[in-house]
């Protein structure tokens, strides 16, 4: 049996707008990341003026149909550790260290 396709904006969704996005499996989504580090790796993309992969956090997009996603679709509650990897490798193509690490940081003293 195939896997259900989620359509996942490129931005985050506004009133009466035609968003592009991209269609994923549930398995490439999750449904909140409680660190907000995703949000503030989208935003700092952004300011490059890019728009490099489709938001993969369904919580803004769907704001009510948590359970729907999570318990009928199968999309993960929150990013896993190898999520995490991989927006720190997205966020190196854009730019380097120096110039991420006063915009980007997912740790709060």
């Not at 985050?12 to 490439?28: M, N, T, Y």
């Not at 896993?80 to 991989?86: G, P, W």
Request: aromatic share 10%; proline share 10%; net charge neutral.
């Amino acid at each position: 049996m195939s896997s259900p396709s989620i359509f996942t904006p490129l931005q985050r969704p506004r009133a009466s707008e035609v968003i592009p996005g991209r269609f994923l499996a549930p398995e490439g989504l999750y449904w909140h990341d409680p660190t907000g580090c995703s949000e503030i790796t989208e935003d700092f993309v952004a300011t490059k003026n890019r728009s490099m992969f489709p938001r993969r956090m369904l919580s803004a997009a769907y704001p009510n149909l948590c359970e729907f996603f999570t318990l009928t679709c199968g999309v993960p509650k929150a990013p896993t550790t190898s999520n995490y990897v991989e927006m720190l490798l997205q966020l190196s193509t854009i730019a380097l260290p120096s110039q991420a690490a006063n915009h980007v940081s997912c740790f709060t003293t």
